[in-house]
């Protein structure tokens, strides 16, 4: 069954607290990607994975954190987190770095940092 | 820079019509270019991609796109809409640096009127 998982799906916290958010993948995919989405801005890329402790900076990586350490589970992390950080975060995956390749989404992660 | 714009950030469609989603890309080179759509509290779905060859590209629920290198375009085309195509799309293009991702636009929301 072709999903990408993400939890938690809804999560408030305060001001300078950590922020843990995970993702998972039952297709063996090699590539994971974060994404946040905010109004008007579409999808911004946050980090690349292309395999087991193999990440990259994307656009606006400032802020954030990744851990992968199994191929089928890609973290993201926010230490210390900001109001502007606020946003509904997708997790993606892909088969490898092909250029044609699909991405596969979850189904979001709401983070309200308060 | 290299990216994909979406000029309409919204069109209103009746059910039935036909529609077009606007799409122009700037990239060096051959680009790939896809088209998904999220619908409420959803991930991101593929709809079609376009690899170098024919123009037109179908995709599901009776979705085409046509790529244009002289207008740098890949707009995105439905014959009859119906009403559960409401939905927020939007198009992406493979990028290739130092690995590969997409870069996406900033969404077009289709609203179906009666």
């Known amino acids: 069954d072709m999903k990408v998982t993400q939890m938690p799906r809804y999560l408030i916290k305060r001001m300078g607290e950590n922020v843990l958010l995970e993702c998972g993948q039952d297709?063996?995919?090699?590539?994971m990607y974060w994404y946040r989405q905010d109004p008007g801005l579409g999808l911004q890329l946050i980090y690349i994975?292309?395999?087991?402790?193999?990440?990259s900076e994307g656009d606006i990586p400032k802020g954030y954190r990744v851990s992968r350490k199994k191929r089928e589970h890609f973290s993201l992390i926010l230490d210390s987190a900001k109001t502007n950080q606020t946003s509904v975060y997708f997790c993606?995956?892909?088969?490898?770095?092909?250029?044609?390749?699909?991405?596969?989404f979850g189904e979001g992660s709401r983070l309200i940092v308060v | 820079a290299q990216s994909v714009t979406q000029p309409d950030a919204r069109v209103t469609v009746s059910e039935g019509a036909s529609l077009q989603l606007r799409c122009k890309y700037s990239y060096f080179g051959t680009p790939y270019l896809f088209w998904y759509v999220q619908y409420p509290r959803q991930g991101l779905q593929l709809l079609l991609k376009?690899?170098?060859?024919?123009?037109v590209v179908q995709g599901v629920n009776g979705f085409e796109a046509e790529f244009s290198k002289s207008n740098s375009s890949f707009h995105l085309r439905k014959a009859s809409v119906h009403w559960s195509d409401w939905a927020v799309y939007f198009c992406a293009v493979s990028m290739k640096d130092s690995g590969t991702y997409q870069r996406f636009g900033t969404g077009t929301k289709l609203q179906v009127v009666p």
């Open positions: 994975s292309y395999d087991v402790d193999s990440n």
């Open positions: 376009y690899y170098p060859g024919d123009p």
């Open positions: 297709m063996s995919h090699e590539t």
């Open positions: 993606a995956s892909s088969l490898s770095q092909g250029r044609g390749n699909t991405l596969y």
